[in-house]
Protein backbone atom coordinates (compact mmCIF):
# COMPACT_ATOMS: atom_id res chain seq x y z
CA UNK A 1 0.00 0.00 0.00
CA UNK A 2 2.87 2.12 0.37
CA UNK A 3 4.49 1.58 -2.67
CA UNK A 4 1.37 2.36 -4.28
CA UNK A 5 1.02 5.77 -2.00
CA UNK A 6 4.52 6.61 -3.17
CA UNK A 7 3.95 5.89 -6.71
CA UNK A 8 1.22 7.89 -6.70
CA UNK A 9 2.65 10.76 -5.49
CA UNK A 10 5.66 10.95 -7.43
CA UNK A 11 3.21 10.57 -10.42
CA UNK A 12 1.42 13.57 -9.27
CA UNK A 13 3.89 15.76 -8.81
CA UNK A 14 5.93 14.90 -12.14
CA UNK A 15 2.53 15.63 -14.23
CA UNK A 16 2.18 19.10 -12.00
CA UNK A 17 5.57 19.96 -13.27
CA UNK A 18 5.15 18.93 -16.43
CA UNK A 19 1.76 21.18 -16.80
CA UNK A 20 3.41 24.09 -15.27
CA UNK A 21 6.40 24.36 -17.83
CA UNK A 22 5.28 26.39 -21.06
CA UNK A 23 7.33 25.46 -24.49
CA UNK A 24 7.56 27.09 -27.76
CA UNK A 25 9.29 26.71 -31.36
CA UNK A 26 10.80 29.12 -33.76
CA UNK A 27 12.25 28.30 -36.65
CA UNK A 28 15.07 30.89 -37.44
CA UNK A 29 15.42 29.96 -41.37
CA UNK A 30 11.81 31.20 -41.60
CA UNK A 31 12.53 34.14 -39.44
CA UNK A 32 15.64 35.04 -41.27
CA UNK A 33 13.92 34.87 -44.65
CA UNK A 34 11.11 37.25 -43.67
CA UNK A 35 13.50 40.05 -43.04
CA UNK A 36 14.92 42.08 -46.14
CA UNK A 37 18.17 43.60 -44.10
CA UNK A 38 18.90 39.79 -44.07
CA UNK A 39 19.03 39.13 -47.29
CA UNK A 40 20.48 41.98 -48.87
CA UNK A 41 23.44 41.29 -45.93
CA UNK A 42 23.14 37.34 -46.92
CA UNK A 43 23.93 38.93 -50.98
CA UNK A 44 26.22 40.94 -50.03
CA UNK A 45 28.40 38.74 -48.16
CA UNK A 46 28.00 35.93 -50.85
CA UNK A 47 29.51 38.62 -53.33
CA UNK A 48 32.61 39.63 -51.03
CA UNK A 49 32.64 35.62 -50.68
CA UNK A 50 33.36 34.95 -54.61
CA UNK A 51 35.88 37.73 -54.79
CA UNK A 52 38.07 36.54 -52.43
CA UNK A 53 37.60 33.27 -53.91
CA UNK A 54 38.60 34.49 -57.29
CA UNK A 55 41.46 35.95 -55.47
CA UNK A 56 42.72 32.68 -53.88
CA UNK A 57 42.18 30.72 -57.02
CA UNK A 58 44.09 33.12 -59.04
CA UNK A 59 47.15 32.64 -56.77
CA UNK A 60 46.75 28.68 -57.05
CA UNK A 61 46.42 28.83 -60.92
CA UNK A 62 49.46 31.11 -61.05
CA UNK A 63 51.12 28.67 -58.68
CA UNK A 64 50.33 25.88 -60.80
CA UNK A 65 51.18 27.48 -64.33
CA UNK A 66 54.65 28.37 -62.55
CA UNK A 67 54.70 24.73 -62.14
CA UNK A 68 53.96 23.23 -64.85
CA UNK A 69 56.68 25.76 -66.72
CA UNK A 70 59.00 24.38 -64.30
CA UNK A 71 58.34 21.07 -64.98
CA UNK A 72 58.41 21.86 -69.25
CA UNK A 73 61.84 23.53 -68.34
CA UNK A 74 63.57 21.35 -65.55
CA UNK A 75 65.59 19.34 -68.15
CA UNK A 76 67.43 22.26 -69.51
CA UNK A 77 67.90 24.10 -65.64
CA UNK A 78 70.64 24.34 -63.67
CA UNK A 79 70.70 22.98 -60.13
CA UNK A 80 70.53 27.02 -58.65
CA UNK A 81 68.18 27.47 -61.17
CA UNK A 82 65.80 24.53 -60.51
CA UNK A 83 66.35 25.58 -56.64
CA UNK A 84 65.44 28.96 -57.08
CA UNK A 85 62.07 27.95 -59.36
CA UNK A 86 61.26 25.65 -56.23
CA UNK A 87 61.06 28.30 -54.32
CA UNK A 88 59.37 30.77 -55.88
CA UNK A 89 56.84 27.96 -56.62
CA UNK A 90 56.74 27.39 -52.77
CA UNK A 91 56.17 30.71 -51.94
CA UNK A 92 53.25 30.99 -54.10
CA UNK A 93 51.65 28.41 -53.21
CA UNK A 94 52.17 29.33 -49.32
CA UNK A 95 50.83 32.97 -50.47
CA UNK A 96 47.44 31.69 -51.54
CA UNK A 97 46.68 29.57 -48.44
CA UNK A 98 47.64 32.53 -46.23
CA UNK A 99 45.41 34.17 -48.57
CA UNK A 100 42.93 31.65 -48.25
CA UNK A 101 43.36 31.78 -44.41
CA UNK A 102 42.63 35.74 -44.18
CA UNK A 103 39.94 35.51 -46.22
CA UNK A 104 38.18 32.26 -44.70
CA UNK A 105 40.08 31.29 -41.81
CA UNK A 106 38.14 30.66 -38.31
CA UNK A 107 39.09 34.12 -37.61
CA UNK A 108 39.10 35.53 -41.44
CA UNK A 109 37.14 38.28 -42.89
CA UNK A 110 34.54 36.73 -43.98
CA UNK A 111 33.46 35.56 -40.36
CA UNK A 112 34.45 39.47 -39.15
CA UNK A 113 31.90 40.45 -41.53
CA UNK A 114 29.28 37.95 -40.89
CA UNK A 115 29.64 38.86 -37.03
CA UNK A 116 29.35 42.88 -37.73
CA UNK A 117 26.35 42.49 -40.05
CA UNK A 118 24.23 39.75 -38.94
CA UNK A 119 25.48 40.82 -35.08
CA UNK A 120 22.45 43.06 -34.98
CA UNK A 121 19.94 40.94 -36.78
CA UNK A 122 20.72 38.00 -34.30
CA UNK A 123 20.13 40.16 -31.31
CA UNK A 124 17.09 41.96 -32.76
CA UNK A 125 16.21 38.74 -32.67
CA UNK A 126 16.81 37.35 -29.53
CA UNK A 127 15.28 40.04 -27.98
CA UNK A 128 11.85 39.72 -29.53
CA UNK A 129 12.07 35.95 -28.68
CA UNK A 130 13.07 37.03 -25.24
CA UNK A 131 9.77 39.67 -25.47
CA UNK A 132 7.54 37.35 -26.72
CA UNK A 133 8.26 34.66 -24.47
CA UNK A 134 8.05 36.64 -21.35
CA UNK A 135 4.86 37.62 -22.16
CA UNK A 136 3.20 34.70 -22.65
CA UNK A 137 5.05 32.79 -20.10
CA UNK A 138 7.06 30.47 -22.09
CA UNK A 139 10.18 28.93 -20.17
CA UNK A 140 11.80 27.17 -22.92
CA UNK A 141 11.89 28.52 -26.38
CA UNK A 142 13.50 25.71 -29.32
CA UNK A 143 15.10 26.56 -32.52
CA UNK A 144 13.24 24.47 -34.82
CA UNK A 145 15.83 24.62 -37.82
CA UNK A 146 19.18 24.17 -35.55
CA UNK A 147 17.63 21.11 -32.98
CA UNK A 148 18.22 18.25 -35.13
CA UNK A 149 16.09 15.84 -32.71
CA UNK A 150 12.97 17.20 -33.04
CA UNK A 151 11.20 14.96 -35.22
CA UNK A 152 7.49 16.37 -34.75
CA UNK A 153 6.71 19.33 -33.46
CA UNK A 154 3.03 21.37 -33.01
CA UNK A 155 2.32 24.48 -35.03
CA UNK A 156 0.27 25.80 -32.67
CA UNK A 157 3.65 26.22 -30.35
CA UNK A 158 5.88 27.74 -33.49
CA UNK A 159 6.07 31.44 -32.38
CA UNK A 160 8.09 32.59 -35.20
CA UNK A 161 5.42 34.84 -36.81
CA UNK A 162 4.97 36.35 -33.39
CA UNK A 163 8.42 37.13 -33.09
CA UNK A 164 8.37 38.67 -36.23
CA UNK A 165 5.60 40.64 -35.99
CA UNK A 166 7.51 41.99 -32.55
CA UNK A 167 10.39 42.99 -34.81
CA UNK A 168 8.18 44.83 -36.77
CA UNK A 169 7.72 42.09 -40.09
CA UNK A 170 4.35 41.39 -39.81
CA UNK A 171 3.75 38.32 -41.78
Known amino acids: MK ?8 LLFCS ?5 Q ?19 TNQQLAQQSQQWQNEVEA ?3 EAQNMYKSYQSELAFLSAEMRSKREEAIIAKEQEAQELKRKYFGNDGELFKRQNAILGPIQDEIY ?4 QVAEAKGYQLVVDRASAMSIIFASPSIDISNEVLAKMGYSK
Not at 16 to 20: D, G, I, L, Y
Not at 31 to 36: G, S, V
Request: charged share 15%; aromatic share 10%.
Open 16 to 20: MTAVA
Open 22 to 40: NYALIDMEYILKNIPAYES
Open 59 to 61: LQQ
Open 3 to 10: KMITLFSV
Open 127 to 130: NAVK
